[in-house]
């Protein structure tokens, strides 16, 4: 009977993981594709608001779980945009792996608001975008953009911050049937 139940609590814990993961990877993919209809100084570039979802992600689920809808929402999104497997997809995942691990590493610290977090995570993507960008380009022309970027990026980094720190309030608040588990 108990090995049942332990069966049983395994299932559950695989689909209601499966439940949250596809509803944060939906709900950035979707974010992904719309905002690049938003109007964005710099060439080939975007806002990056659905970044929010995955600072929630590292900072309530984990460091593998933001990698995980990090990496799934720029292959979505790239392919219902167009841009699979082009510079500025690459400039992109790059950008969020780092974003992520730096989110999450600074996370741990536990002294940090999601607007700080949010910064950092800002700065990472933009510098390894950047960097990626030069060397795909073979040029470092593309370094002149990263003040710019960064300074516009102050305006998308708060606002995410704000959007994660909403996000987990209503997802606390309401729960919607689902238990998401806290990771320190």
Do not use: C, H
Request: proline content about 4%.
């Amino acid at each position: 009977m108990r090995s049942q139940q332990d069966s049983n609590r395994i299932t559950n814990s695989r689909t209601t993981n499966l439940v949250i993961y596809s509803l944060l990877i939906s709900i950035s993919s979707v974010m992904f594709v719309v905002e690049r209809f938003i109007p964005y100084p710099v060439p080939g570039g975007k806002w990056g608001f659905s970044n929010f979802v995955i600072l929630y992600t590292v900072v309530n689920l984990g460091f593998r779980a933001g990698i995980l809808v990090g990496t799934l929402k720029t292959i979505i999104g790239s392919l219902f945009s167009g841009i699979l497997f082009t510079p500025p997809f690459f400039m992109g995942f790059f950008g969020i792996i780092s974003a992520a691990a730096f989110e999450w590493i600074f996370s741990k610290t536990k002294i940090f608001s999601y607007t700080t977090l949010s910064i950092i995570g800002m700065i990472s993507n933009n510098f390894v975008q950047v960097l990626v960008g030069s060397f795909l380009i073979k040029s470092s022309a593309i370094f002149s953009f990263l003040p710019l970027m960064i300074g516009l990026g102050l305006i998308s980094a708060i606002i995410n911050a704000y959007l994660a720190k909403k996000m987990e309030e209503i997802i606390d608040e309401n729960n919607f049937g689902l238990k998401i588990p806290k990771k320190d």
